[in-house]
């Protein structure tokens, strides 16, 4: 073993193969390229291994990206210490013109070592699975919502508005039934978009199924029921939230949390001057739309209606409470910001930041099993 007993060790991870660099410890620790190696369990240990018995302790990190986890929880594995890096917060250098995998890789290993990395959140196998079930229901209510609009755009360009009320109802569908094309061609394509439509509506109803069967067994199924206590939080958004934040005990205080959801004001203050300017919206964006639509229910009195009391049932007293608190100031907030002469999206994004602090507030009364 050389002069240093530990080593920070990157990968600038790809599809086929990680370039791999190392930083030994200590201020003039050498920095070094060590090569490329192939994407795959048995290449990779290898490389920890031999690095493993040089070193008494190895850091490795590499940036979050499309090949997921299985590295990190392979190294963790092998008992080393592995961080995965959020990419919009590596330093970079303004004047930099050159971006090669042997130079990201150098890059990536002289700042963990320098201690200038922010990691990720790194879910657990079942939680990643029930997370990726939740992202697939979403994907699919945005293909049924696409195909909707475009059926819709197709009868407009046609002429064919329909003034019954809302679409997608009973009555509307049944308007549906009733139109007809003289060219065979255009009624092809109108057939084929109701089609799909009811094809991406099946496929949500089936997601939506799996997704009622997996969450009772889940670890985090107490605290998505806990979640259910909040106003306008149903079990989707529940499910959303938690699957997205995971454990929010990781989050020491509450604007933490804000920050991470992106609900937080920027800033580019200098001397006296104080600037703010709109939210950053730089966080979670599918927890933070949950959040902004279950907002939107503080706009009516504060009542716990009988959904709402289904709910409650067999929650802890203080889960209630802390709900009961923040139905009453939200309600009453929204109130106030709109009687001020907010615009709506402004009340909603600020009871949106509040209502994370709570959900935050019942996530710590709840552990997960």
Known sequence: MGEYSEAFVA????????????????RTGEVRFLGEVENRPAAIER????LGKRYDRLHVCFEAGPT???LCRQVR???HDCMVVAPALIPKRSGERIKTNRRDAITLARLHRAGELTGVWVPDVVHEAVRDLVRARESGADDLRRKRQQLLSFLLRHGRIYEGGGHWTLAHRRWLA???FEHPAQQIVFQEKIDAIEDAVQRLRRLDEQLSAVVPTWSMARVVEAYQAMRGASFLVAVIFAAEI???RRFDTPPQLMAFLGLV?????????VRRSSLTLAGNRRARRALVEAAWTYRYPARVSEALRLRLEGLPKAVRDIAWKAQVRLCARYRRLNAAGKKPP?????????????????GREVEPS
């Open 11 to 26: 990968f600038d991870v790809a599809k086929k193969k990680h370039a791999v660099a190392i930083a030994e410890g200590g």
């Open 246 to 248: 995971g454990d929010v």
């Open 265 to 273: 004001p920027g800033e580019r203050s200098t001397g006296d001057t």
């Open 47 to 50: 490389t920890i291994k031999k």
């Open 346 to 362: 402004v009340v909603v994004a600020a009871i949106a930041r509040e209502m994370a602090a709570f959900l935050w507030a019942i």
């Open 68 to 70: 997921g986890y299985g």
């Open 178 to 180: 009733c139109q007809g």
């Open 77 to 79: 594995d092998l008992g």
